[in-house]
């Protein structure tokens, strides 16, 4: 496969993005803003902090990022079917989520958090901020799928108002209607 220069590639036009800073008592100050191909070294950075464990759960097995894989997604980010925010502080990539679209006005979601910074918010901020962005994008629902023994990851989904809607093997099917002029984290809708 021929190499990409990210800085040779033209610039797609961004979708507003509110970029204020961000802050949790643990980790400080953080911008969450959309990643670009120049943020490569630190999405290699970012992916060599994740622990083997961690990357099972959020792919549902074993995978390996590689350096020219994670270029690849990040040249895969068109602002049109495929959106992504990531967390940064000090240079470097704390966290992503990525929305892909799967209708015009539905996109899947997922996220991760580097492995030494777990459970402290910073997905929790993540995914308001993935919520609030798909708002802008005119997009009207939300999907996921998630490994049924991620627990806290479901938990976070469904505090953030996702409800399960069914499995598809070990993955449970999640999906929020967004109302987005008062689509904050919201009590969840059902208990499931």
């Known amino acids: 496969m021929a190499q990409v220069d990210p800085a040779a590639e033209p610039q797609r036009p961004l979708p507003p993005v509110d970029t204020r800073i961000e802050q949790l008592p643990k980790l400080g100050a953080f911008e969450v803003r959309p990643p670009s191909p120049a943020d490569h070294e630190a999405y290699c950075a970012f992916a060599a902090k994740l622990e083997r464990e961690d990357l099972r759960l959020r792919f549902a097995g074993l995978v390996k990022l590689d350096c020219a894989d994670l270029r690849t997604q990040l040249l895969a980010i068109d602002h049109a079917q495929h959106e992504a925010l990531a967390a940064f502080a000090g240079g470097e990539m704390l966290a992503i989520a990525h929305l892909v679209r799967t209708a015009p006005a539905t996109a899947e979601f997922a996220l991760i958090v580097r492995s030494d910074l777990k459970r402290h918010g910073l997905g929790r901020v993540l995914l308001e901020r993935l ?19 991620n627990l806290p990851m479901l938990r976070l989904a469904r505090e953030a108002g996702f409800r399960s809607v069914g499995r598809s093997g070990f993955l449970v099917d999640m ?15 059902d208990a499931a």
Do not use: N
């Open 131 to 149: 919520v609030d962005h798909a708002c802008r994008l005119g997009l009207r629902a939300l999907t996921a799928q998630i490994l049924g023994e």
């Open 175 to 189: 999906a929020k209607d967004l109302r987005c002029r008062d689509d904050a984290f919201a009590a969840p809708t």
